[in-house]
């Protein structure tokens, strides 16, 4: 049986990058078939941005307000993914929308992680603590992560793969955001490694996992 091909991957983070860093070192101990070739931040003081130069990867600050319009930034971005032949994009705590167009040419290759249980707490807006206080604030049991396909809407497209966390008496936003990203760092690379063995698919707007 012939080797799978390694999967380039490019991962899109605006923060701190934990969630990249998990990613790199699944790559680097060879865990996932897939290699990360790129790095795009929006933000010049991205934590990730250090990471990435740091081992190596090819990085870019993609600030849509230095573009003279949408369709320019739209298309720079695409160029450098095309450049780097990228299979997948992975996104990692990434704060902008991704143009239309980019979603178009990437359909079904692009991933996101997001810190709740799906279709519960996402949507604009929700993102860092407030996805966890919204938790809190609503009761909840049990939260988790959700990672998922991207569509044209926020936090949307096909659900790939969940993690339930359970809320314990007593958290507060911090505590239960510590123990989310915890589960968060074993399931994207788990995801990625799945996703870069050809074992995820969409067929009727559904994921199948083989
Ligand atoms: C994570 O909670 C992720 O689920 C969400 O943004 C956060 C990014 O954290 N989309 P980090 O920058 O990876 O530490």
Redesign the pocket.
């Known amino acids: 049986m012939c080797a799978k091909r390694i999967k380039n991957l490019a991962v899109f983070?605006s923060?701190?990058?934990?969630?990249?860093t998990a990613l790199l070192l699944a790559s680097e101990k060879k865990k996932i078939n897939g290699k990360i070739v790129l790095l795009v931040s929006n933000r010049e003081d991205a934590g990730?941005l250090e990471t990435a130069r740091a081992h190596g990867i090819d990085c870019c600050v993609m600030d849509e307000k230095r573009f003279r319009s949408a369709e320019e930034y739209a298309g720079e971005l695409k160029r450098k993914l095309e450049s780097c032949q990228t299979d997948y994009i992975l996104l990692?705590?990434y704060l902008k929308m991704i143009p239309v167009s980019v979603i178009r040419a990437f359909r079904e290759r692009i991933l996101?992680?997001?810190?709740a249980l799906l279709p519960k707490f996402g949507g604009k807006g929700m993102?860092?603590l407030k996805v966890h206080e919204a938790v809190l604030e609503a009761g909840e049991k049990e939260t988790g992560?959700t990672i998922h396909f991207v569509d044209e809407e926020y936090d949307h497209g096909p659900m790939i793969m969940q993690k339930k966390v359970r809320v314990h008496k007593g958290d507060t936003p911090e505590t239960l955001q510590k123990r989310?990203?915890k589960q968060?760092h074993k399931l994207y690379p788990l995801a990625v490694k799945r996703l870069c063995e050809d074992r995820i698919s969409v067929a009727g707007g559904r994921v199948v996992v083989r």
């Open positions: 983070a923060g701190k990058g934990s969630n990249f990730a990692a705590g996101n992680i997001h810190p993102y860092g992560v989310v990203l968060e």
